[in-house]
């Protein structure tokens, strides 16, 4: 009925099953089986329990979880198909999920297309990653460090985070990046997160990276975690930098960003902005002194959903 998985499988089917989500342990168990949804939804009516195929998709891609009892009936024969110890995915469904269309809503958060014209693009790879980010966290505060070269370019920031879980059961958060010149990062996790799913499209100059908790939020819980993203890339013709923006799709109590420059490397003139959209007119600007450790800082509080950012001349 399964193909036998070899070792390396069975320690990745392991590892999941320890650690969920279960939309995860689904998808990895099924693809090791070798069997196709639709010999899954098969076996399954042999068995006189009728899902088909496009509910395990949904399922295995975390777009609906099998709660109702005669779901959870299947999942106990899922695993007795898939070669599964009982209850190795039933215990990572947990609690029933709350119901109700605002569940987890950001009041005030606004879609990527308010934001970026070529919106597309970046909801297309999340999408197809199954990353597509119904925002389940508010975010309190964020930090960005901003380390540039001799050449003025771009090659560290550091993230600090902490955001509040607006849901039971959140394990995990996605950031993108988004680039201008091809110089596409690197993601490093640091302290309270670990690496998941990472997508580029090179084309659109989007980088998309699911970061993973270390323990799930409850509703109300403060998490605090960092990350670093080190641009590696050579590029053909580099150019020197000349801005460095935050885009925000949600309301942020804090955000302080500092732009660190090299000493052979430091602008003559340096402003701070803010727009309602990348590449429109600047709603506000303002000048910025640059301190004597070549670093300038940008604070602000109460921002609402739009650009956020720094400008500077080199001459």
């Known amino acids: 009925m399964t193909r036998v998985r070899n070792r390396l499988e069975d320690r990745e089917l392991a590892g999941i099953l320890r650690s969920g989500p279960f939309e995860l342990a689904l998808r990895t168990a099924?693809?090791?089986?070798?069997?196709?949804?639709?010999?899954?939804?098969?076996?399954?009516?042999?068995?006189?329990?009728?899902?088909?195929?496009?509910?395990?998709?949904?399922?295995?891609?975390?777009?609906?979880?099998?709660?109702?009892p005669e779901s959870v009936h299947a999942v106990h024969a899922i695993e007795e198909i898939l070669g599964l110890t009982p209850d190795a995915l039933v215990q990572l469904l947990g609690p029933r999920r709350p119901r109700g269309r605002w569940l987890g809503h950001v009041p005030g958060a606004v879609p990527h297309g308010a934001i970026f014209d070529d919106h597309d693009r970046l909801t297309r790879i999340l999408t197809d990653a199954e990353l597509l980010d119904r925002q389940r966290w508010s975010w309190l505060n964020i930090e960005d460090r901003v380390v540039f070269d001799s050449a003025g370019l771009m090659r560290t920031v550091e993230v600090r985070l902490t955001l509040s879980a607006l849901?039971?059961?959140?394990?995990?958060?996605?950031?993108?990046?988004?680039?201008?010149?091809?110089?596409?990062?690197?993601?490093?996790p640091g302290d309270g997160c670990r690496l998941g799913r990472t997508r580029l499209d090179d084309d659109a100059g989007y980088l998309v990276a699911e970061l993973l908790f270390?323990?799930?939020?409850?509703?109300?819980?403060?998490?605090?975690?960092?990350?670093?993203?080190?641009?590696?890339?050579?590029?053909?013709?580099?150019?020197?930098?000349?801005?460095?923006?935050?885009a925000f799709r949600a309301p942020c109590r804090n955000y302080l960003m500092r732009v660190v420059f090299h000493a052979d490397a430091v602008p003559v003139r340096m402003h701070?902005?803010?727009?309602?959209?990348?590449?429109?007119?600047?709603?506000?600007?303002?000048?910025?002194?640059?301190?004597?450790?070549?670093?300038?800082?940008?604070?602000?509080?109460?921002?609402?959903?739009?650009?956020?950012?720094?400008?500077?001349?080199?001459?």
């Open 167 to 188: 849901v039971d059961g959140l394990d995990r958060c996605v950031i993108f990046y988004r680039t201008e010149d091809g110089n596409q990062p690197e993601v490093y």
């Open 272 to 315: 701070a902005f803010q727009s309602s959209k990348w590449g429109v007119e600047p709603t506000e600007t303002r000048p910025l002194p640059c301190q004597r450790n070549r670093v300038v800082h940008l604070y602000a509080s109460d921002v609402r959903p739009g650009i956020v950012g720094v400008q500077w001349e080199w001459s």
């Open 30 to 68: 099924v693809r090791s089986s070798g069997l196709s949804l639709d010999r899954l939804a098969y076996h399954l009516s042999a068995r006189g329990i009728q899902v088909s195929a496009s509910s395990l998709s949904n399922w295995q891609t975390g777009r609906s979880r099998p709660e109702r």
């Open 214 to 246: 270390d323990h799930a939020l409850n509703r109300g819980d403060v998490h605090f975690l960092t990350f670093e993203q080190r641009f590696t890339r050579d590029l053909p013709r580099p150019e020197p930098g000349d801005h460095y923006y935050k």
